[in-house]
């Protein structure tokens, strides 16, 4: 099972990043996915989640109308646009997938920098 995220950068307030998620060795069409956030010495915290088949996406109030979340299950991949980035979404991103309660894999995280 592999759960690996990439897009991540240094991006100058106001830009905008694609964050990808790529997964293997699980059925992923069947896994919900979400998308955590953790800046230096706070808590990991939901930013976006998407369900199965991608009907139903949620963001977190911080960042509502600046992301979009989307997946092709065809190719086992998510991805998390963000715009409007500001220097406090400024944190390590990372993408986890999770079936039912009994299934939960995460990837290493992506450092998502914003700052001119």
């Known amino acids: 099972v592999q759960v690996v995220e990439s897009g991540g950068g240094l991006v100058q307030p106001g830009g905008s990043l694609r964050l990808s998620c790529a997964a293997s060795?699980?059925?992923?069409?069947?896994?919900?996915m979400r998308w955590y956030r953790q800046a230096p010495g706070k808590e990991r915290g939901l930013v976006a989640s998407?369900?199965?088949?991608?009907?139903?996406?949620n963001y977190a109030d911080s960042m509502k109308g600046r992301l979009t979340f989307s997946r092709d299950n065809a190719k086992n991949m998510g991805y998390l646009q963000m715009n409007s980035l500001k220097s406090e979404d400024t944190a390590v991103y990372y993408c986890?997938?999770?079936?039912?309660?009994?299934?939960?894999?995460w990837g290493q995280g992506t450092q998502v920098t914003v700052s001119s």
């Open positions: 998407i369900s199965s088949v991608g009907s139903r996406t």
């Open positions: 060795g699980f059925t992923f069409s069947r896994f919900a």
């Open positions: 986890n997938a999770h079936l039912d309660g009994l299934y939960d894999y």
